[in-house]
């Protein structure tokens, strides 16, 4: 089987090519990512040797229509698993529009060739922040209305109304998860939990916006893979699965937790200005996907956040390479401004 995975060199997708060489002894992956700053070839390098013979390394744009048909004419593609993406909320308050480029003309740039070349599976990686956000109660399901609150979360809902589109329209066969926070090893130093554990192990300030009330429902990234593989692999075409880790957290929760483990006070926590347009609440109900698919989480939030602690601790060198140049330049003028 020949899969395309998208945005291969980031977060979620390096683990999730690591996840398909297990699950799937016979796969081909082809990895197409730009490599923008989120994207590090690092990520991979151990499966790109171990599987050299089964792998392909691609540099482009998803939104480059040539470049992405002459992927296709290759390789016949049996899948598409989509998760490129621009990815982090405050970027794109900063800045939207290589969201909109990424996030949705990437998207029906990869829709529209996966329909011409006939590509029997397209499963689409997109985020519970399509919902919007929950008051303290309650939980998002898979007919809660879409609701974006941030131009990530919004370039993210309108991705999801595409591919809903091509079912309806075209009846081209994609299926939609929407999963909740990840953390989990190879994630960039800009999300929560890494950006908070390489501060709190520098004894720096900690940067929590508002009160730190907000509530994340944590998911480990295994978890999160297998969620996606399920989809891919048991997912009826036209249907959206909700993915979540039964794990609810305030921010205050998840920074405590990061502190005792490095052994720092709590005060190095700051409360500084919040984030514009911040969710309050995040919940996933996955029933459907259990139902349907047998997905459950196996991690439990405490085991899965030591054994993610335990990796940045040991992973000094990754840390070291993806957070240097233009990263440094974007942290300088968002939190410079955030007292
Ligand atoms: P990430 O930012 O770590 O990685 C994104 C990857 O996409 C990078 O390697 C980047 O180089 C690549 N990329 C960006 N623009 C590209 C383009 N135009 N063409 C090709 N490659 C491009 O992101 P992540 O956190 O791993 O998220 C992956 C996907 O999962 C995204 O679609 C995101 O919306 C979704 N998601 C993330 C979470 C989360 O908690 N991180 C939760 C739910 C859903
Ligand atoms: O819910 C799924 C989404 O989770 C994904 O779709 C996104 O791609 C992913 O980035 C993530 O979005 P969040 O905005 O929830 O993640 P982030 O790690 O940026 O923030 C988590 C919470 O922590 C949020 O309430 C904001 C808060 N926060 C974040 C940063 C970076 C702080 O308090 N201080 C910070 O410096």
């Known amino acids: 089987m020949r899969i395309l995975v998208t945005g291969g060199c980031g977060f979620i997708a ?28 690092a990520s991979v390098r151990d499966v790109a040797e171990k599987y050299a013979g089964a792998y392909a390394f691609v540099q482009a744009d998803i939104a480059d229509k040539d470049a992405m048909q002459a992927l296709f004419k290759q390789y016949s593609f049996d899948a598409i698993v989509n998760f490129a993406a621009e990815s982090h909320v405050d970027r794109s308050i900063h800045d939207p529009t290589p969201f909109l480029r990424t996030n949705i003309t990437g ?35 898979e007919s809660t209305p879409i609701a974006p609150n941030s131009p990530y979360s919004a370039s993210k809902a309108s991705a999801d109304l595409f591919c809903r589109a091509w079912y309806e329209t075209y009846g081209y ?35 929590v916006y508002g009160d730190g009330t907000n509530v994340r429902d944590w998911i480990h990234v295994e978890d999160h893979c297998n969620g996606v593989w399920l989809a891919l692999t048991r997912g009826t075409p036209g249907k959206v ?31 500084v200005t919040d984030r514009p347009g911040h969710d309050k609440r ?25 054994q993610t602690l335990n990796w940045y601790a040991n992973n000094q060198q990754w840390v070291g390479d993806v957070t240097s140049g233009a990263y440094r330049e974007f942290a300088k003028l968002w939190y410079g401004g955030r007292q």
């Not at 829709?111 to 929950?134: I, M, N, Q, R």
């Not at 926070?181 to 940067?207: C, D, S, T, V």
């Not at 609810?248 to 190095?268: A, G």
Request: with cysteine; hydrophobic share 40%.
């Open 282 to 306: 995040y919940a996933m109900d996955f029933s459907l996907a259990q139902k349907e698919l047998g997905f459950v989480p196996a991690w439990t939030f405490e085991k899965g956040l030591e």
């Open 107 to 141: 998207t029906q740039t990869l829709l529209t060739l996966a329909k011409a070349f006939d590509v029997a599976k397209f499963l689409h990686v997109s985020t519970d922040e399509v919902y919007g956000t929950l008051g303290p109660t309650g939980k998002f399901t």
């Open 241 to 271: 699965y909700n993915l979540g880790g039964d794990a609810e957290r305030t921010n205050m929760q998840v920074v405590t937790s990061i502190l005792d483990y490095c052994n720092k006070p709590h005060s190095l926590i700051r409360h």
């Open 173 to 207: 066969p994609v299926v939609i998860t929407r999963c909740s926070n990840n953390y989990g090893p190879y994630q960039f130093p800009e999300k929560l939990i890494p950006l908070m554990y390489i501060k709190a192990r520098n004894a720096e300030a900690l940067p």
């Open 14 to 41: 390096s683990n999730f090519i690591r996840f398909l060489y297990k699950a799937m002894p016979d796969v081909f992956v082809v990895n197409v990512d730009l490599l923008t700053y989120a994207g590090n070839p």
